[in-house]
């Protein structure tokens, strides 16, 4: 398995989704996600209860702040997914999209 890294050359850890309360306790700053919308976000910021979530376009630029338990659960309801490589984003959600990787299990 390989290591994926941010831009800044930081290790990438994956986001615990087995429940709400490992997704809040592996969230970090720095963390890519990507929306239903396919808009990719940056994890700005992290407060005991709140989330600033920084949309990475560069000609619409803006922020989102959400309550963490709010996110945890729309990111436990699949509205958010943890984009690996932003680089790649586009290609990685066309690639899961087909293979449905990312909303059912394949046994």
Known sequence: MAIRFNKDKTPVNKINTTTESTINSTIE????????????????????????????????????????KVFCQLYYRKNYDQVLD??????????????????FLIK
């Open 29 to 68: 700053v720095g963390h890519y996600l990507r929306n239903g919308s396919n808009q990719v976000f940056r994890i700005g910021a992290l407060s005991p209860t709140q989330i600033l979530l920084q949309l990475q376009d560069p000609t619409h630029p803006r922020n989102l702040t959400l309550s963490r």
């Open 86 to 103: 932003p680089n790649r984003a586009i290609s990685e959600w066309v690639h899961a999209k087909s293979v449905g990787a990312t909303r």
